[in-house]
């Protein structure tokens, strides 16, 4: 039987609307609204799309957002400043600076430069450090999060599964296996140096797909039944289609998997919101402290 699909665009329109309620229910008491603080570098077509999308995100739930766009010959100390500035500004409560950046920038550098508590992509070395603990209080990055959200939220068990992430990256394998860590599953992680890759992934229960490399896991790779969660998005040339790192046809073999594109996609923005909207709160509680 053919699997069925675990729609990212119906969970992750679950989050924007619970997100928004909480943001009204902010702005009827008087507080103003959190407010997201993007950063673009350069001209890349491809992350002035992704820009734009966070700035509608943004006014749909009700998040102001402002938009730095610096040249693509930008100094990094200047990159840097700004980043200082937004940091001590009280009225911004999210940074996200768009990647990739360009070569002459250091791009760890400047996700390092963010203040922990406005990382809203997670990428800082204390939120990976705290997602990587199991330790609630920080911002975990995106994707990975929005891999779990959805599990969640379709009501797939976690706890004890045999989970394989493929992929190693700190920006979603790492995290990702990090996170179901913590939702209490056996975690396996492969990478390009696992040996008999196959027959790891053939283990998996809960199979979640980050390589990069289009249609890569084959149904040979797949037991019967798993749930299986694609985070890839691969472009090929002359096309605007997108695919996946799991070929369509394991839906055949699993029981569950996630659509490319309308799966993972969807929740990272989702999530986005969510964080941004952690973030604020976070200050505020902390605020509250320091009085
Ligand atoms: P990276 O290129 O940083 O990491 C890819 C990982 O896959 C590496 O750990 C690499 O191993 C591993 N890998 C590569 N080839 C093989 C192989 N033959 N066998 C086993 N493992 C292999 O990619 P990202 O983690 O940044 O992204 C992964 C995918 O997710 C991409 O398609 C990306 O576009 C997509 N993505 C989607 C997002 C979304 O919102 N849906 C957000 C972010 C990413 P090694 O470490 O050994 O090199």
């Known amino acids: 039987m053919p699997a069925k699909i675990i729609d990212g665009k ?78 001590e500004d009280g009225e911004v409560d999210g940074i996200l600076v768009q990647s990739p950046l360009p070569g002459h920038i250091d791009e760890d550098g400047v996700f390092k430069a963010i203040a922990p508590g406005k990382d809203v992509d997670g990428f800082h070395p204390y939120n ?33 599964a045999n989970c394989v ?39 998996a229960d809960i199979l979640i797909a980050a390589i990069g490399k289009k249609n890569f896991v084959t149904p040979d790779m797949v037991k019967d039944g798993a749930v299986i969660v694609d985070v890839g ?17 394991c839906m055949e073999k699993a029981s569950r998997m996630t659509p490319v594109p309308g799966g993972v996609g969807p929740m990272t923005i989702a999530m986005l919101m969510k964080n941004c909207l952690s973030a604020y709160k976070m200050a505020r509680e902390k605020e509250k402290e320091d009085e």
């Open 10 to 87: 119906f969970y992750s329109s679950q989050i924007l609307d619970e997100v928004r309620g909480e943001v009204a229910e902010i702005v009827k008491t008087g507080e103003r609204p959190p407010c997201l603080a993007v950063v673009l570098v350069g001209e890349d077509p491809a992350s002035a799309i992704y820009v734009n999308s966070k700035k509608k995100m943004c006014a749909d739930v009700g998040i102001t957002s402002r938009a730095h766009i610096l040249p693509a010959q930008v100094w990094e100390e200047t990159l840097l400043l700004l980043i200082d500035k937004l940091n």
């Open 165 to 203: 992430v493929i992929g190693r990256s700190n920006i979603v394998g790492r995290p990702a296996a990090s996170l179901m860590i913590k939702e209490s599953a056996t975690v396996t992680v492969c990478h390009s140096k696992t040996k008999d890759l196959a027959a790891v992934t053939r283990g």
């Open 233 to 249: 998005i691969n472009r090929t040339e002359g096309s605007k289609k997108i695919y996946g790192d799991v070929d369509p046809a």
């Open 128 to 160: 990976s450090g705290l997602t990587a603990m199991g330790s609630d209080g920080g911002l975990a990055p995106c994707t990975p999060a929005g891999c779990v959200e959805l599990l969640r939220r379709e009501g797939i068990p976690m706890a004890g």
